[in-house]
């Protein structure tokens, strides 16, 4: 079982950035899945998360209108699309998968290693 994240790097502030998640190794297209974004210094924090069948999204607040998440079950990949990106977006940030709703930091099955975005101002 592998979640790849992927797609991160370093912007200035207002620019947008699409992060991928690849699963393997089980069949994922039952999983929720979930971003999570951690900043130095400061806990885990969740971002967005979708529904298997894709018709639930959540976000937390401090993205929304911003972020948009996204899955392609036949590519086995879940995308994070971060639209006008903003210094304190800056954070590792990890993809997450589980057998139920909802994903949360508390509540995940499996989690990826992490891709580090960097927002300069």
């Known amino acids: 079982v592998q979640l790849q994240a992927s797609g991160g790097g370093l912007v200035q502030a207002g620019d947008s950035l699409r992060l991928s998640c690849a699963y393997s190794?089980?069949?994922?297209?039952?999983?929720?899945m979930g971003w999570f974004r951690q900043a130095p210094g400061k806990e885990r924090e969740f971002v967005a998360s979708i529904s298997w069948s894709t018709s639930t999204t959540d976000y937390t607040d401090s993205v929304k209108g911003r972020f948009a998440i996204s899955r392609d079950s036949a590519k086995n990949t879940v995308y994070l699309q971060m639209n006008s990106l903003k210094p304190v977006d800056t954070a590792v940030y990890y993809c997450?998968?589980?057998?139920?709703?909802?994903?949360?930091?508390?509540?995940?099955?499996?989690r990826g290693q992490g891709t580090l975005v960097t927002v300069s101002s």
């Open positions: 997450a998968a589980r057998r139920k709703w909802p994903v949360t930091t508390a509540n995940y099955d499996y």
């Open positions: 190794g089980r069949t994922f297209s039952n999983y929720a």
